[in-house]
C-alpha cells in the first residue's frame, strides 16, 4: 500500500511504545465475548442494548456512557453522536473506571509490552493481524500519521472529554502502513509471539476468533521500533479519536504540563501487503424527506431510472451493476426505489468549487455536495442526516416512515482513497468504513500505568 508519492519521505517515522495493558480478568465475568463489543461509533441502538445485557461489565459501559438521554439525530448505523449529558456520563463511566480496577475486574499487565492481535474465520483464514501499542502523536501536516478523512467538531470533543475524564484510552484506533519494505523483523517477532500460548481468545457472534498474544522483551520492542521507524500509517478508523489525542496534547500542553502519557494514543497497526484492506461504503438517511421528492429533485443533475418493483436486492445488484460502469446511487424509501446515474460534470463543478478534479470524482463528495448539499438542501452532519454502514439497514430504517429517504452510495476504491490521502486531501466524513475493525475492551491503556 503506497501511501506517499514517490520520492517523499515523512519528516519521521512511526513510534509504537509497548505499555501495560489494562485487561478484564476471565474469571470475574461472564465470558471475553460478553465484555467486549465493535468499536463506539458503529454500535447500533439495539446493538447497544445487546451489549448491556450480557454481562454488567461490558466495555460499552465505558466507551458509551449512559447519564441517559441518547441523541436522537444520532450517526452511524443508528449508532451513537456524543451523549446529550456528556459531562455527567463521562464522570460516571470515570467512575466505573476505577471502580472495576478496585474489584479486580480489569487488572493491569505486569510489563509493558505491545499486543498481537489477529482476527481469523473458522479453519484459521486469518482476516487481519497487527500490533496494539501506544502511538506517539504527530500533527497531520506530513507527518508519519496520515488522515484521509474530515472530521467534525463534535465528536472530537466528545471523545476527548471522555479521556479526560477516565485518564485512559478505551478502544484502539486502525491504522495502515505498507510493510513489504524494512519489517522482516517486526514479522519474524509476531511469529514467535503467536507460537505462545495466546493471552486471551474469544470467538464472537459473528464468527470471527479474536487473539491477543503479547511481546515483552525488551529487544524485540527495539527490533520493532526499529522496524517501523522508518514508515508511514494511513489512518483507516478512528479519524475523531486521533484528533481527540491531538487535542487532549495541546490542553495539557497549554496547562503547563510536560511529557506524559497523553503524548500518545492507543492505535493497533496492521501491515496492509500482509493483509490488504478491504472498504465498505457508508450510507445515509435524510429524514423529512420522500423518495419521489428526492428523485425529483435530483433530475436536473443526474440520469434517474425508477425501480417499481425491485425487491431490495434486486435493487442493491442494480445499484452495484451501475457502479461498475459509471458513479451511481440508490435513493430508496418504504414505497418506492431509483437508481441514479451519470452525474453531470458542470453541476459537479458548480456544487464543489475550489476542489480539485480528484477530489469532485468521489462518489462520497458527490453525495455529499451535490445530491444532499445543491439539489435537496441537506446538510451531511448528524444534525440532518443519519449514517449507515449497513445498506441492509439502512433501507430498513427508510422503510419505517413514508417521509424518509436512504441513499445508498457504492464503496470508494482504496487506491482512490490512498490517492487522495498522499496528495494532501482528505475524503468526506463517514466515507469509508474499513473492515475488520478492531473489537474494543480486548486491552485498554491507562495515563496512570505510565
Known amino acids: 500500500m503506497q501511501i506517499l508519492p514517490s520520492g517523499a519521505p515523512p519528516a519521521a517515522g512511526l513510534s509504537l511504545a509497548p505499555f501495560r495493558g489494562l485487561r478484564y480478568a476471565q474469571d470475574r465475568v461472564t465470558g471475553l465475548a460478553e465484555v467486549t463489543s465493535p468499536p463506539y461509533d458503529v454500535i447500533a441502538h439495539d446493538t447497544e442494548d445487546h451489549l448491556l445485557a450480557s454481562d454488567p461489565h461490558n466495555i460499552v459501559r465505558l466507551i458509551l456512557p449512559r447519564r441517559d438521554v441518547h441523541n436522537p439525530q444520532a450517526a452511524g448505523n443508528g449508532a451513537h453522536a456524543e451523549p446529550a449529558c456528556a459531562g455527567p456520563a463521562y464522570a460516571d463511566a470515570a467512575r466505573l473506571l476505577r471502580d472495576w480496577q478496585d474489584d479486580g475486574i480489569l487488572v493491569p499487565d505486569p510489563v509493558p509490552a505491545l499486543y498481537v492481535y489477529e482476527q481469523a474465520l473458522p479453519g484459521h483464514h486469518v482476516l487481519q493481524r497487527g500490533l496494539i501499542g501506544a502511538l506517539r ?27 479526560e475524564a477516565t485518564g485512559a484510552n478505551l478502544e484502539p484506533i486502525f491504522l495502515l502502513y505498507d510493510g513489504k519494505d524494512g519489517s522482516a523483523s517486526t514479522a519474524q517477532i509476531t511469529g514467535q509471539a503467536m507460537g ?49 489525542y491531538l487535542q487532549l496534547q495541546a490542553r495539557k500542553r497549554a496547562a503547563g504540563a510536560g511529557p506524559g502519557p497523553w503524548d500518545a494514543g492507543l492505535a493497533l497497526l496492521v501491515d496492509s501487503t ?85 477530489w469532485r470524482a468521489l462518489s462520497a463528495a458527490v453525495m455529499q455536495e451535490l445530491l444532499l448539499g445543491r439539489l435537496w438542501g441537506v446538510t451531511d452532519d448528524d444534525q440532518h442526516v443519519e449514517v449507515h454502514h449497513d445498506a441492509g439497514e439502512a433501507l430498513r430504517a427508510a422503510a419505517r416512515s413514508a417521509d424518509r429517504t436512504a441513499v445508498l452510495c457504492p464503496p470508494l476504491p482504496a487506491d482512490v482513497v490512498r490517492d487522495v490521502a498522499a496528495h494532501g486531501e482528505r475524503v468526506p466524513r463517514k466515507s469509508t468504513s474499513f473492515a475488520p475493525k478492531p473489537r474494543s475492551g480486548m486491552v485498554l491503556r491507562s495515563f496512570a500505568l505510565g
Open 137 to 163: 502523536l504527530a500533527p497531520l501536516d506530513g507527518g508519519p500519521v496520515l488522515p484521509h478523512e474530515d472530521v467534525i467538531p463534535g465528536p472530537v470533543a466528545g471523545r476527548r472529554q471522555l479521556m
Open 196 to 244: 505462545r500460548e495466546p493471552l486471551l481468545a474469544i470467538d464472537t457472534d459473528d464468527g470471527i476468533c479474536h487473539r491477543l498474544w503479547g511481546v515483552t522483551d525488551p529487544a524485540e520492542q527495539a527490533a520493532i521500533a526499529a522496524d517501523l521507524g522508518s514508515h508511514q500509517a494511513l489512518i483507516a478508523d478512528g479519524h475523531h479519536r486521533y484528533a481527540a
Open 274 to 358: 500482509a493483509f490488504p484492506p478491504r472498504i465498505g461504503a457508508i450510507h445515509r438517511l435524510v429524514p423529512g424527506l420522500r423518495p419521489a421528492r428526492a428523485a425529483q429533485l435530483a433530475e436536473p443533475a443526474f440520469t434517474v431510472r425508477a425501480l417499481p418493483r425491485a425487491t431490495r436486492q434486486q435493487a442493491l445488484d442494480a445499484l452495484a451493476d451501475a457502479a461498475e460502469a459509471n458513479m451511481a446511487f440508490l435513493i430508496a424509501g418504504r414505497d418506492s426505489c431509483y437508481l441514479l446515474t451519470d452525474p453531470d460534470p458542470g453541476a459537479a463543478r458548480d456544487a464543489m468549487p475550489g476542489r480539485s478534479a480528484r
